[in-house]
């Protein structure tokens, strides 16, 4: 196997050991030891340590998502119903590994950590507006990217503390997040006079889904 098939091959695994070890060697060792990987090269392939682990998990789930829903099945929803489908999906992906996210989070805060942490984030939002169908390429690409990040950032602070039946205190702080850019989005196109319309694209709102009223 090579390191990149090494990676992809733990990075589902590695959560479950994540969440009573921490992201760190153990957890690949054990990981490794479950797939029947020689663990010197198990631990080579995941040699930038726990940021390196967490990446290849997230690309995992990125590749599971787009499996569960391809094209042919967002095709009849809306823009709006296609990202809320494509989050929630995720959420579902990530359910059974809670304490392993609440972990990546505590590492994602730390200083040294933060620019690969916004990228992880950045790649997330890319992966599902891909997945939606969006094809743009002008500004309009990066503030419709900067805003999913922001919302689905929030929504997984939310996600790992949730208790509630099938996540429902998530799924309609979801939804009451993409509602909000919606609203500002028809309000904004209906006073520059050109109708109404679905775009998740207002980068300026960031501000405002980073400390929602609750």
């Given at each position: 196997?090579?390191?990149d098939e090494?990676?992809d091959?733990?990075?589902?695994?590695l959560?479950?050991h994540a969440a009573f070890?921490g992201?760190?060697a153990a957890a690949?060792?054990?990981a490794a030891?479950e797939?029947?990987i020689d663990?010197?090269i198990a631990q080579?392939?995941?040699?930038?340590?726990?940021?390196?682990m967490?990446d290849a998990?997230f690309?995992s789930?990125d590749?599971r998502?787009?499996?569960a829903?391809?094209?042919?099945k967002?095709?009849?929803?809306?823009i709006?119903?296609?990202i809320a489908?494509?989050?929630e999906?995720?959420?579902n992906?990530l359910?059974r590994d809670?304490?392993?996210l609440?972990?990546?989070?505590?590492i994602?805060?730390m200083p040294?950590n933060?620019?690969?942490?916004?990228?992880?984030?950045?790649r997330?939002?890319?992966?599902?507006?891909?997945?939606?169908g969006?094809e743009?390429?002008d500004l309009?690409?990066?503030s419709k990217r900067?805003?999913?990040?922001?919302?689905?950032?929030?929504?997984l602070l939310?996600?790992?503390?949730?208790?509630s039946?099938d996540?429902?205190?998530?799924?309609?702080f979801?939804a009451r997040?993409?509602d909000?850019?919606?609203r500002?989005?028809?309000?904004?196109?209906?006073?520059?006079?050109?109708?109404?319309g679905?775009?998740?694209?207002?980068?300026?709102?960031?501000g405002?889904?980073?400390?929602?009223a609750?």
């Amino acid at each position: 196997m090579t390191l990149d098939e090494v990676r992809d091959a733990l990075a589902p695994i590695l959560p479950r050991h994540a969440a009573f070890d921490g992201w760190r060697a153990a957890a690949v060792t054990m990981a490794a030891a479950e797939c029947r990987i020689d663990a010197d090269i198990a631990q080579l392939a995941f040699s930038g340590g726990a940021m390196d682990m967490i990446d290849a998990w997230f690309a995992s789930i990125d590749r599971r998502m787009a499996e569960a829903l391809p094209p042919e099945k967002l095709a009849p929803l809306s823009i709006r119903q296609r990202i809320a489908t494509l989050v929630e999906t995720r959420l579902n992906l990530l359910a059974r590994d809670r304490e392993a996210l609440r972990r990546a989070q505590a590492i994602f805060a730390m200083p040294t950590n933060a620019i690969r942490a916004a990228g992880l984030g950045w790649r997330a939002a890319d992966s599902l507006w891909r997945a939606a169908g969006d094809e743009s390429t002008d500004l309009n690409h990066y503030s419709k990217r900067a805003t999913l990040a922001a919302i689905y950032a929030a929504t997984l602070l939310v996600f790992v503390d949730d208790e509630s039946g099938d996540h429902a205190e998530t799924r309609a702080f979801l939804a009451r997040r993409i509602d909000g850019v919606m609203r500002f989005e028809r309000a904004k196109a209906r006073w520059k006079g050109v109708g109404g319309g679905e775009r998740l694209s207002l980068s300026r709102f960031i501000g405002r889904l980073r400390y929602p009223a609750v």
